[in-house]
């Protein structure tokens, strides 16, 4: 048996593996891996809406708001700066679009402008990125609002304003009832010049002569959507990058994908029971909210002030956001209560007429002065919107931003949004560093897939002394073979085996952890490789050659449908290719007779296939390309050591 054994052909062996390999993408297609999570029916969507989670009053018997539209015509208000396009209107004093420019370090593929309809993005070369949903900014009181807040309907006052050059301010103003009580609610913009930052105020200022008790929470609805829309055939991994985050009690969460999960295997723990996640167990902790896509990130911050600026008291969450974007949270203000009126003189207080052209005060300097407000709520918030890149986070002009803001730099910890995590963040620097190379190869080559090769050719450059080391060490190891042999023959027992297999190379000055060193020290270029690679928006429709027509998508050739339990099989070429290469190379460099060794070492790359099926083409191009030259380099060494011999 044990001479059967020593004798068995080595393809038979393979055989197995092949099979598991198979049978791994076909489990990781049956399991819809591939295909994004069920869309929630208009008819449940209803259903989840019609409950109120917090509030004190039953939905039956809760009022509100009430408010009258004198005039049925609505007005759009366009507001351009050199980062983005916002177009604001007065039903709702809300920002209907915001489109975002192509600039130095935002490419937008030109064939998503030259496809669309939007005559917008045509003129300006910009991409609508909030998939046409906008930002309300609007307080509502959640009865059927968690989508379309009802003041959405209300028609307000508008007044725009050229402040100075670097800045442009809009105001809505609309009065409200609710039961016998008066309001007048203000919602303030103020955009500036160079920045994706910009300056919203939403303030609930009570007109009436006697407090305000609401018996119950207000809601507030930020924003839910950010673009580009997922494609019906986007995978798993793709869809993971979108999601909601919010900092509470000075804790970042993030959730990716539309489910709230309680954790597991990137994030495919097990879902919440029930319609909601709710977050209010203190008082005054919701730091910021926000969304992310692939490409880019969106969120709103609550600014500090002494004059009675409130931050949130918590976050109300649909366990199964919609993916249309149409809702995701909304902030809340528990048990509000305001004042009865005090003056008349809020509008001049907070700087809504004042000319600021000395900059000497921003906004923020206009709230620390005002008295403490008791008659109003003023949510006070900073808002970005635009690329997932630390170039694009952060303040082009730090002293207006300074100003307007209160804040020396952007908030630190949406960092580890940007980056995906606070573990790839660890790798930012690397991450941007190969994008920046990337991006000025591509000026010469004019194709981001000749760029990735180039790339693979260059760290294969640096890492020519490590590679040296390693192939000296595998040289040596090689010439030691008859005698490893001899060892795995006669001793049975692995131990004792691997004892005198290291006192062989002990003798022989060999330290075959040499062999490892340059995998080990690649492993940070390899993750800043894979995060640059992975959701860089250069790569987003760009094509490579032939099948592949877009290096951040994977390179399917061909989807076979309905094959026995998989619905649709996707055959991918570079995946296949990267573990033939990978096993190629494994062959040429490992030098062992242990059976077990052996099965790890064709193992190994074939479970590979797992992770890369549903990779972006432009990482595993990368990958791909490694290997051939890995095999290429060994093969030219196998070579000049045979004519040294000679």
């Known amino acids: 048996m044990e001479e059967q054994n020593k004798n068995q052909n080595p393809v038979s062996s393979l055989i197995p593996i092949l099979i598991i390999g198979v049978l791994t993408i076909i489990l990781f297609q049956y399991l819809e891996l591939s295909k994004p999570p069920s869309k929630i029916s208009e008819a449940n969507k209803t259903e989840e809406l019609q409950n109120n989670p917090l509030s004190n009053q039953t939905a039956e018997k809760q009022n509100d708001f009430n408010f009258k539209n004198i005039d049925s015509n609505p007005k759009q208000i366009v507001i351009e700066n050199e980062k983005n396009i916002f177009i604001l209107n007065s039903l709702g004093g809300r920002i209907e679009r915001i489109y975002l420019k192509g600039g130095e370090n935002v490419k937008i593929p030109s064939s998503v402008i030259d496809q669309s309809k939007d005559e917008f993005e045509k003129k300006y070369q910009a991409l609508e990125i909030t998939r046409y949903k906008g930002m309300d900014f609007q307080p509502h009181l959640y009865k059927n609002q968690m989508v379309k807040p009802i003041l959405n309907d209300a028609l307000f006052q508008s007044e725009v304003k050229n402040i100075n050059d670097n800045l442009t301010q809009v105001v809505f103003s609309k009065d409200i009832e609710f039961n016998d009580y008066k309001f007048t609610i203000y919602k303030i913009y103020r955009f500036l010049k160079k920045e994706n930052f910009f300056h919203q105020i939403t303030i609930i200022k009570n007109q009436t002569d006697k407090d305000f008790i609401l018996n119950g929470d207000l809601f507030y609805k930020t924003f839910t959507a950010l673009g580009p829309e997922p494609e019906d055939t986007e995978n798993s991994r793709i869809m993971y990058t979108y999601g909601r985050f919010y900092n509470y009690d000075n804790s970042l969460q993030v959730l990716h994908g539309f489910e709230v999960s309680s954790g597991g295997f990137l994030g495919c723990g097990a879902s919440p029971k029930g319609k909601y996640t709710i977050k209010t167990e203190k008082l005054d902790s919701l730091k910021y909210v926000g969304v992310n896509s692939r490409y880019f990130i969106s969120y709103s911050e609550f600014l500090p002030s002494s004059n009675g600026v409130h931050f949130p008291d918590g976050i109300v969450l649909e366990n199964r956001a919609p993916m249309d974007g149409s809702s995701s949270y909304t902030v809340v203000f528990l048990d509000l209560k305001l004042s009865k009126k005090e003056s008349d003189e809020l509008r001049t207080l907070l700087y809504l007429n004042s000319d600021t052209t000395e900059s000497t005060k921003g906004i923020n300097g206009y709230l620390t002065e005002d008295k403490k407000r008791n008659d109003a709520l003023i949510i006070d918030q900073i808002v970005y919107t635009g690329l997932r890149s630390d170039e694009e986070h952060k303040f082009f002009n730090k002293d207006i931003a ?39 190869i591509n000026k010469y080559v004019n194709n981001y897939g000749v760029s990735i090769i180039l790339i693979a050719l260059f760290f294969k450059l640096i890492t020519y002394p490590l590679n040296q080391v390693q192939a000296k060490t595998m040289k040596k190891i090689h010439q030691l073979k008859p005698e490893l042999d001899r060892i795995n023959e006669k001793y049975q027992d692995p131990t004792e085996r691997q004892k005198k297999v290291m006192d062989l190379y002990k003798k022989h000055k060999i330290n075959p952890a040499m062999g490892c060193l340059p995998i080990l020290i690649q492993i940070p270029i390899f993750i800043a490789l894979y995060s640059a690679f992975s959701d860089s928006i250069e790569l987003w429709k760009s094509p490579f050659i032939l099948w592949m027509k877009d290096l951040s998508q994977p390179d399917t050739i061909y989807v076979i449908k309905d094959l026995f339990v998989v619905k649709n099989l996707h055959i991918n070429v570079l995946p296949l290719l990267m573990v033939g290469s990978q096993l190629l190379l494994q062959k040429m460099t490992t030098v062992t007779t242990d059976p077990q060794q052996q099965f790890l070492m064709y193992f190994m790359p074939i479970i590979m296939i797992f992770f890369f099926w549903s990779m972006p083409s432009g990482v595993t191009l990368y990958w791909t390309v490694q290997n051939i030259i890995s095999v290429v380099w060994q093969l030219a060494v196998e070579k000049f050591s045979k004519e040294e011999k000679a």
Do not use: N, Q, T
């Not at 209160?406 to 620097?429: C, M, N, Q, T, W």
């Open 402 to 440: 300074k100003l307007e803001f209160g804040l020396d730099e952007p908030e630190s910890s949406i960092r580890d949004v940007i980056y995906s995590s606070g573990f790839l963040a660890l790798f930012s620097k690397l991450r941007d560093g190969i994008i920046l190379m990337m991006k000025f």
